[in-house]
């Protein structure tokens, strides 16, 4: 090596050196700012509207949730079934149970309904009261998210897509297999499978998109909650969320399980993660993506745990605090 080449050798590792001792650096290129089933907040959920929103306002990722309906369509919805606290039936009076499941509703019955408006003085109202109302929204379907959000973000946004199907119900849904092909299919001829993730509490969806669609990273969602427990750790037996893979065989570490069945990144409820749990994530080659992260300080304090991302009802809460750590911030894209 001559001078001259040890002179840039050099000049080359002092700037690395004082890149990545700028504010951020590790974060700056890959950081991920998902706007939760489109900016829950303020706009109704999975709905065209949010999804406008969420890009207006400026995210990485729209995260989403996905069923299927009796003649095969994939619908962006969270629950399973029509949930009374958002939705007004086809008259225009608000629903009372029993409600029909997705999978019993064929595109053109469920077309009618309304999620537009939160019920006043239901949950939804009460824990998102800055939720601006869209009446006559219907329940979009996953091509209508894609070719809004194409159109508005000129196919730069990512998507994050759920499926959302129980072991404990079956009977509510399609077979998760088949539900994932049929996002897979819709993804693939909106041309945006390079920009999608999927993911699911289900850990049988995500084995089977890893078979049909290798190229699309799975997301292994957890919780491990009173109100869900999809991991079932130091319990007796396999979890039936989890496709066969029994987090103790793996002396209890979720990364671990999550790297042996095939998963990309990992997305554990915010406040079951540790600082260790995230260095052994990192340490695996895993992505860390925490969920619903609603306070600038808990947002704050896990980017500088070190997460790669955090999904939130408030992505303009959360652009705030990335701009006071000096992250770049996604672009905003009007609707």
Not at 166 to 174: C, I, K, R, Y
Request: no cysteine; glycine share 10%.
């Amino acid at each position: 090596m001559n001078r001259l080449e040890r002179f840039a050798k050099i000049l080359l590792l002092l700037s690395g050196l004082l890149l990545a001792a700028a504010p951020g650096f590790a974060l700056a290129a890959e950081f991920d700012a998902q706007g939760h089933r489109g900016a829950r907040g303020l706009y109704p959920e999975n709905t065209l509207p949010g999804f406008a929103g969420a890009l207006a306002i400026g995210v990485t990722t729209l995260e989403m949730d996905t069923g299927m309906t009796a003649d095969g369509t994939v619908v962006v919805h969270h629950d399973r079934k029509l949930n009374p606290v958002r939705t007004h039936g086809p008259g225009g009076a608000w629903i009372e149970g029993p409600v029909p499941a997705l999978s019993a509703l064929t595109l053109a019955e469920l077309a009618p309904y309304d999620v537009g408006r939160a019920r006043p003085g239901g949950k939804v109202a009460q824990r998102f009261p800055q939720q601006v109302a869209v009446d006559g929204t219907p329940i979009p379907t996953l091509d209508q998210v894609l070719a809004l959000a194409e159109a508005q973000s000129k196919s730069t946004v990512r998507y994050n897509i759920e499926i959302k199907t129980s072991p404990l119900a079956p009977e509510e849904t399609a077979p998760p297999g088949e539900i994932a092909d049929a996002v897979i299919a819709v993804l693939r001829e909106a041309g945006t499978v390079e920009r999608a993730t999927i993911q699911s509490f289900d850990w049988r969806s995500l084995k089977h998109v890893q078979e049909a669609a290798p190229g699309i990273p799975t997301v292994y969602l957890t919780a491990q909650r009173s109100w869900l427990n999809n991991l079932e750790r130091g319990q007796p037996g396999v979890s039936p969320w989890t496709a066969g893979i029994d987090v103790d065989d793996f002396g209890g570490s979720i990364a671990r399980a999550v790297k042996a069945a095939g998963g990309a990144v990992w997305s554990p409820y915010h406040r079951d993660l540790t600082a260790a749990d995230l260095a052994e994530a990192h340490g695996l080659g895993l992505k860390v993506v925490v969920w619903t992260v609603n306070e600038p300080a808990g947002m704050a304090a896990l980017i500088d745990l070190g997460v790669d991302g955090i999904i939130t009802d408030y992505p303009d809460r959360l652009r705030r605090v990335m701009a006071e750590k000096g992250l770049p911030l996604p672009p905003a894209h009007a609707n």
